[in-house]
């Protein structure tokens, strides 16, 4: 009896742990970038560097980690946008993930390059394109806004957010609400076509190489 308690206890403590770890990647990453040490994890973590690989033999698997974590996390926020009223949903899809990307903006050059998330990116996105035409047939949202004109929204946003860090936290939701002005009905007509989806996938190719 005595035994089995322990070993609860033991992966009770296991996983604790590591999400002690992801916590503190988190902070510093946000705070000082990808290329501080993983022992500097473990001291804000307060754990040993030795429990550190044992639940991330590498870096690179603990921001991957990382990485999957807050992607289920913009997954979870469409899902429930996807309930919202009158075609709501896009707006509130846009400022929080601006919130999300802004609270981890430590791993922003992950986001959309991680081999080990790809289906969880796929997910967000579609379910993202579907905010879109129910904001369109809600009259919220011009008819001319495409899929593209939204990519170019978050990587518009990402970039605000990775150059102010250190500076303000919430710089990017004016930049968020200009560009929602912008995709009302009744704004002035656009003169310029739309990215096409094939620009868009080498974008993205290009990132994913990075």
């Not at 946000?30 to 500097?40: H, I, K, Q, T, Y």
């Not at 973590?45 to 030795?50: F, K, L, R, S």
């Not at 303000?168 to 009905?185: E, K, S, Y």
Request: include cysteine; glycine fraction near 8%; charged fraction near 25%.
């Amino acid at each position: 009896m005595s035994s089995q308690a322990d070993g609860k206890a033991l992966r009770r403590d296991a996983a604790e742990n590591r999400q002690r770890l992801l916590d503190a990647a988190a902070t510093v990453f946000s705070a000082r970038g990808l290329d501080v040490g993983v022992d500097e994890i473990a001291r804000v973590a307060g754990v040993g560097i030795g429990t550190l690989y044992r639940r991330f033999p590498t870096k690179d698997a603990l921001i991957s980690e990382l990485v999957r974590q807050v992607l289920e996390e913009f997954v979870a926020l469409a899902n429930e946008a996807l309930s919202a009223p009158d075609g709501e949903g896009l707006e509130q899809m846009l400022y929080g993930s601006g919130t999300l990307l802004a609270s981890n903006r430590g791993c922003l050059s992950r986001m959309w390059s991680d081999d080990e998330t790809t289906i969880l990116r796929d997910e967000y996105r579609r379910i993202l394109f579907e905010l879109l035409a129910r904001a369109k047939q809600h009259g919220r949202i011009r008819e001319d806004a495409t899929d593209a004109d939204l990519d170019l929204i978050f990587w518009s946003v990402r970039g605000v957010i990775a150059t102010t860090r250190g500076v303000t936290d919430t710089g990017w939701r004016r930049i968020m609400a200009v560009m929602i002005a912008g995709l009302r009905p009744g704004a002035d007509n656009l003169d310029a076509i739309p990215m096409s989806a094939q620009h868009v996938a080498q974008i993205m190719d290009q990132l994913w190489a990075r």
